[in-house]
Structures are given as structure tokens and as C-alpha cells.
């Protein structure tokens, strides 16, 4: 049975990158042919294209800076947002790790309420990084922030039963559980609002309009067709760096785990010593 959900999980990651590097090949072939194109109008109207040479460059200026900057706001808000991501699940295992210390103080009876918080931490390392842990990739919802928050809230009914329990403990603990939520919350949130693919298209249809202009002005020798490639491979690795920014928790560029790793390691640790 592990053996095959490891291999139904490979199989959807290989999947999901292969459809982000069809993305960029299709983005890369696209703005390649566009040069192409204009080089064979350039070779059937040479004399048109001479005449209206200073026509297309300050048209392909304009469509060259419209591009660059719309451009380099994507992959800069895509940087940011991947790296609030990571400041989102510090927070979240900060979060955790202080309600454990405080279950903690009451060593016997947070035996319960501290197991119960391991299985959180590792639901959420299943949820966000299957690939690593063994599980199916799904689509996080607020459906598993529901399942999370039922047992946080499990935790704080068993820690109110705490001999000698004060009430700064157990407001303490409720505000943690209450940051846990709030920040699984936005994470949750900030998944869904991915750059909008529409938006992709129109930007990549002015690379290919600029690549265009491009060929039209070149005489089509073999160095001017190899740097239009070669600057079609650039901006198809844009449109890479884009999607995969916008999704941290799969490819290449992926929000680390090694904070959730650590956290579990020191529950395991602990576990094992107080089992000898």
C-alpha cells in the first residue's frame, strides 16, 4: 500500500511539473515562431520594412519597457509572496512550539493534549509537503483548517482540566491556538489568490508582438535567428520563475519544511526518552 501511494504521488508530481515546463516550452515556441514570422515578412517586403524601420523600433521600445516592467512586477510580487509564505509557516510552527511549552508545565496530564498537537504538526506536513511525507497532493481548503482548529480546541478543553492550572496559562495557550488559525487562515487565502492566468497571456502576448518586431527588422543570418532564440528561452524561464514562485509547496522553488522538521524531531525525541 506505500509503495503504491508513493507511486500515485510521484506520478501527480511528475504531472503538475511537467504541465509548468509545457507552459514554458509553449511560451518559448510561441515568442521563437514570432521572430520567425517577422523575419519572412521581412523577407518578403524588404523594402517596406527598410521604409518603416523607425516606425517598428519605437513601437518595439514602447512594447520593450511596457513588457520589462509589467514583467519584473510579476516575478517580484511572485519573490514576496513566496516569501511571506515562509514567514507565514515560522509563525505557524512559533505558534505551536509555545502552546507545547506551556502543556509542557503540567507533565503527566499534557501527556494527551501534547499528542495531540504532534498529529497536528504532522497533518500539516502531509498537507503541505506530500511529496516528502509519504501523501497525496490535495488542494488545501478551509475544510482542513476546520479539522485543525477541532483538535486545537480539543487541546484547550483538556488544559481548562489542569490542576493548578492559572488563568494566564490558559489564556496563553488560547491566544497561540488563536494565532494558529489566523495564520493557517491567510495561508489558505493567499493559495487561492495565484496570479491570474489571463494576465499571464496578455503579457506573454506582447513578448511574442516584440519578438516579431524583432525578426521584422533582422535579415534572418544565422546568429540574429540564434540570439532570437536564445531570448526566447529567456523569457520563457520568466514565465518559469512565475509559476513556480506562485506555487511554493511544489517544483524546484519550494517553501522549506525544516522548521516543521525540527519541531517534530524535538517531540519525537522527547517521546522516546520519556519512553525508556
Excluded at 540574429?224 to 514562485?245: K, R, Y
Excluded at 506555487?247 to 524531531?265: C, N, R, V, W
Amino acid at each position: 500500500m506505500a509503495i503504491v501511494s508513493f507511486e500515485v504521488n510521484f506520478y501527480l508530481l511528475w504531472v503538475r511539473r511537467m504541465k509548468i515546463v509545457g507552459r514554458c516550452v509553449a511560451v518559448a515556441i510561441c515568442t521563437f515562431m514570432c521572430a520567425i514570422a517577422g523575419i519572412w515578412v521581412h523577407k518578403l517586403f524588404p523594402s517596406q520594412v527598410h521604409l518603416s524601420a523607425e516606425s517598428v523600433k519605437s513601437v518595439s521600445g514602447l512594447i520593450g519597457t511596457l513588457f520589462a516592467i509589467v514583467l519584473g512586477l510579476l516575478v517580484s510580487s511572485s519573490y514576496a509572496a513566496f516569501n511571506a509564505h515562509q514567514a507565514d509557516f515560522n509563525s505557524l510552527v512559533s505558534a505551536l512550539a509555545n502552546v507545547d511549552l506551556l502543556l509542557k508545565q503540567f507533565p503527566g496530564v499534557s501527556d494527551v493534549p501534547r499528542a495531540l498537537l504532534k498529529d497536528v504538526v504532522v497533518r500539516l506536513l502531509k498537507r503541505y509537503w506530500p511529496d516528502e511525507h509519504g501523501a497525496h497532493h490535495a488542494d488545501v481548503t478551509y475544510n482542513h483548517l476546520s479539522d485543525d482548529v477541532k483538535i486545537i480546541l480539543k487541546i484547550n478543553n483538556i488544559a481548562e482540566k489542569f490542576e493548578n492550572v492559572t488563568r494566564d496559562d490558559l489564556n496563553a495557550i488560547r491566544q497561540f491556538s488563536t494565532s494558529f488559525a489566523t495564520i493557517q487562515s491567510n495561508i489558505i487565502r493567499s493559495l487561492s489568490n495565484l496570479v491570474p492566468t489571463l494576465l499571464l497571456v496578455v503579457v506573454f502576448s506582447w513578448a511574442c508582438l516584440l519578438f516579431f518586431l524583432y525578426g521584422s527588422l533582422s535579415d534572418g543570418n544565422i546568429f540574429a535567428i540564434l540570439f532570437l532564440l536564445l531570448g526566447s528561452v529567456a523569457v520563457a524561464s520568466a514565465n518559469f520563475l512565475i509559476l513556480e514562485l506562485t506555487h511554493p509547496y511544489q517544483g524546484i522553488f519550494k517553501i522549506s519544511s525544516a522548521a516543521f522538521d525540527l519541531f517534530l524531531e524535538a517531540l519525537d525525541h522527547e517521546q522516546a526518552e520519556q519512553s525508556e
